[in-house]
Structures are given as structure tokens and as C-alpha cells.
């Protein structure tokens, strides 16, 4: 089913260790693999712990590890970002992250799928609108299937994912983002 030979890129929208997200962004991957689309992993976890200091600003393109994350999506035109809601939005090392990458031209004309995810009944919408809003300055286009998982730890035990919608969903999307 893959019409790309670059890999799609499934960005954790978190720096927590062992998240929630992480789960998901593998979930996600396994489903990419079964349609034979080629896909990484690129989790903020791996940011440098001082990148807001020694990578953005003044200090652009002076850390090297920083600068290997930001290679990665130079590789691709095609993402997928798993968003958990942080205090009603997205979290704002996804926010730096962004803010440290080349402007306009490292999402500008590429594409994006969004999935959010929380523990409360909302599952990140209003971090998913957050979102858009800034990819949309960006020049990125968003997929208009926003996968929505609410209460996700009620639903997600073992790397399964036992609510039938919040699995059909994530198929479609993951489908749509292929031929996107």
C-alpha cells in the first residue's frame, strides 16, 4: 500500500520517559508496518536535556545531537505526531522543539496526521487545534482525521488497543496519511 519510499515519522509529543505517548507511537508503527509503510520513531525523550539553550537562538546548528533530530526530518515529508494534552494543550517541549528548526522550510508543503491522547473524555482536542494552528503558520498540511483518545489508559493495556473505534480510527488515519 506505500506510495513513498521516504519514512513516515511518528514524533512523540513528550520528553516523559516511558510515556503513554511512546506506547501509542509504537502502536501506530506496527500498523504503518502492516500496510508495508516505511516508518521511524523520533521521540523528544532523545532531546538534549539543554537544547533550549545550546541549540536555539544564537547556538543554531552548534549541537550536534539536536542537529541529528533535525536531520531526520529533513528525510521525510510525511509525519505523524502523537500529542498527549499537557495543561490543555500540547506540551511545550514540542513547542521548542519546533521553535529550533529551520524556518519556513522544515514543514512547509509537507504533511501531517495528528493523534491525541489524554486521560480525561476530551482526548486532546484542544492540543490538536493547538497544533494545527501553528502547522498551518507553517506551511504543513494536516490530515482532517484527528484520532481523538480519550481516557486512553482505560483502553491501552499491553499494546493492545481494546476500544474498537479508537482502533479503527487509527487504521484509517494511518491509511490516509500513506496515500496522503
Known amino acids: 500500500m506505500t506510495t513513498s519510499t521516504k519514512p513516515i ?27 508495508n509503510a516505511d516508518s521511524l520513531i523520533l ?34 515529508d510525511k509525519f505523524v505526531f502523537i500529542v498527549p494534552e499537557y495543561n490543555g494543550s500540547y506540551p511545550g517541549v514540542l513547542k521548542a522543539f519546533i521553535d529550533g528548526l529551520p524556518y519556513p522550510n522544515s514543514f512547509s508543503n509537507k504533511k501531517a496526521a495528528l493523534v491525541g491522547l489524554s486521560s480525561n473524555m476530551q482526548g486532546a482536542t484542544i492540543a490538536m487545534s493547538h497544533l494545527n494552528d501553528v502547522f498551518s503558520y507553517l506551511g504543513m498540511n494536516t490530515l482532517a482525521l484527528r484520532v481523538k483518545l480519550a481516557q486512553i489508559r482505560s483502553h491501552y493495556s499491553d499494546q493492545v488497543i481494546s476500544n474498537a473505534l479508537y482502533k479503527e480510527l487509527i487504521e484509517m488515519q494511518a491509511e490516509q496519511i500513506i496515500r496522503f
Open 9 to 35: 515519522v511518528i514524533i512523540v509529543g513528550t520528553n516523559r520517559p516511558n510515556s503513554m505517548s511512546r506506547k501509542i507511537a509504537e502502536y501506530y508503527q506496527n500498523i504503518l508496518n502492516q500496510l
Open 43 to 76: 521521540d523528544l525523550v532523545e532531546l538534549p536535556h539543554d537544547f533550549t539553550v545550546s541549540a536555539l537562538y544564537e547556538n543554531t546548528g552548534k549541537n550536534d545531537q539536536f542537529n541529528g533530530l533535525k536531520a531526520l526530518l529533513e528525510t521525510t
